[in-house]
């Protein structure tokens, strides 16, 4: 069975720290991962990746992918209370279902003052 | 400015009753779909279209059902038969179905009692 599972589920730092999020993933015939923010209500798109070992980057969040190995790291530097979300990892599997992505539960960011 | 509009935010019904969220889009996108939301859940999919009048069903559709006549809308309709409705429902749209990022609606949550 498909399954994306993300890590940790929930995380608390203060403002200025450095954070990783990870997602793990097991699909048959993989095609990308996404990325996305959650703070409210509408997710918002982050990165997507297709390729292992290139670097996405945007500002202060990056992330990149590890085909081989199934999983992938969102990093955000010098964290703001702004980036207390849930965080979202999703992986689009191939072949003939064109619409799925499989959702992993989030991570939930919480940047105190 | 474009995007995905779904009403009403949120939306109270009695048990038994069949309600539909609305989901427009103005984005010019082939692709639209249906999320369910559940605490400590992933997303999860309901339903979704790649063209107008074409729609197919995702993981958790019993109970739903959905419309695209038109391009811009891909209503839900929430039946008696949906064992659980009260939940976030969130409607998103894409470009290229799952090559592409998706775009989503600020969600509509319901709640039955």
């Known amino acids: 069975e498909d399954k994306v599972v993300q890590s940790p589920l929930s995380l608390v730092v203060h403002e200025g720290d450095t954070v990783t999020l990870n997602c793990s993933y097991e699909v048959t015939n993989f095609r990308s991962l996404l990325w996305y923010k959650q703070e409210k209500k509408a997710p918002t798109f982050l990165f997507m990746l297709?390729?292992?070992?290139i670097e996405k980057k945007s500002g202060r969040l990056s992330s990149i992918l590890d085909k081989k190995e199934l999983f992938s790291i969102l990093n955000i530097t010098a964290t703001q209370t702004g980036d207390s979300a849930v965080y979202l990892c999703?992986?689009?599997?191939?072949?003939?279902?064109?619409?799925?992505?499989?959702f992993g539960k989030g991570t939930k960011l919480s940047v105190k003052p | 400015d474009g995007g995905i509009t779904q009403s009403p935010k949120y939306l109270f019904r009695k048990e038994g009753q069949n309600v539909t969220l609305s989901c427009e889009q103005n984005l010019n996108h082939d692709a639209m779909y249906w999320y369910r939301q559940d605490p400590g859940q992933g997303l999860r999919l309901i339903y979704y279209s790649q063209i107008v009048n074409d729609f197919q069903k995702g993981d958790i559709a019993e109970g739903y059902s959905v419309s695209r006549e038109k391009k811009e809308s891909f209503p839900l309709t929430v039946t008696s038969a949906q064992k659980n409705p009260t939940a976030f429902y969130l409607c998103?749209?894409?470009?290229?179905?799952?090559?592409?990022?998706?775009?989503f609606g600020n969600g509509t949550r319901l709640t039955v009692t």
């Open positions: 297709t390729s292992s070992g």
């Open positions: 998103a749209s894409s470009i290229q179905g799952i090559l592409s990022p998706l775009h």
């Open positions: 999703a992986v689009a599997p191939g072949g003939g279902s064109q619409g799925n992505l499989i």
